[in-house]
């Protein structure tokens, strides 16, 4: 079983940047491929980003190539979510995943979930 818990949303003026944080309870963390979603009002949830145990291979969605960042410390169970140049339509719950490869959290199969954090970003 795998406890993950996101901090840092709020809310940010557009062209603003983030920094997502998400701590795992296990200490099997390091085995894990982490990832985050989101999922705004009245919409369905989309994939972000993905990352692997080791954080040699990281997956984006189109939507937020070039703008956001995944990166994680093993050793402090944190993966991070950096996001810079935001748009309004980053607007949305961005929650933490956990599973055992970054490709099936790119497809949505996911072992583990956090509860989400509120990202608003203003025009």
């Known amino acids: 079983q795998v406890q993950l818990v996101e901090s840092g949303g709020g809310l940010v003026q557009a062209g603003g940047s983030l920094k997502l944080s998400c701590a795992a309870s296990?200490?099997?963390?390091?085995?894990?491929?982490m990832g985050w979603f989101r999922q705004a009002p009245g919409k369905e949830r989309e994939f972000v980003a993905a990352i692997n145990w080791s954080g040699g291979t990281r997956y984006y969605a189109d939507s937020v190539k070039g703008r956001f960042t995944i990166s994680r410390d093993n050793a402090k169970y944190t993966v991070y979510l950096e996001m810079n140049s935001l748009k309004p339509a980053d607007t949305a719950v961005y929650h933490c995943?956990?599973?055992?490869?970054?490709?099936?959290?790119?497809?949505?199969?996911?072992?583990?979930w956090g509860q989400g954090t509120q990202v608003t970003v203003s025009s």
């Open positions: 296990a200490r099997t963390f390091s085995t894990y491929a």
């Open positions: 995943a956990a599973d055992v490869s970054p490709r099936s959290i790119q497809a949505g199969a996911v072992d583990y």
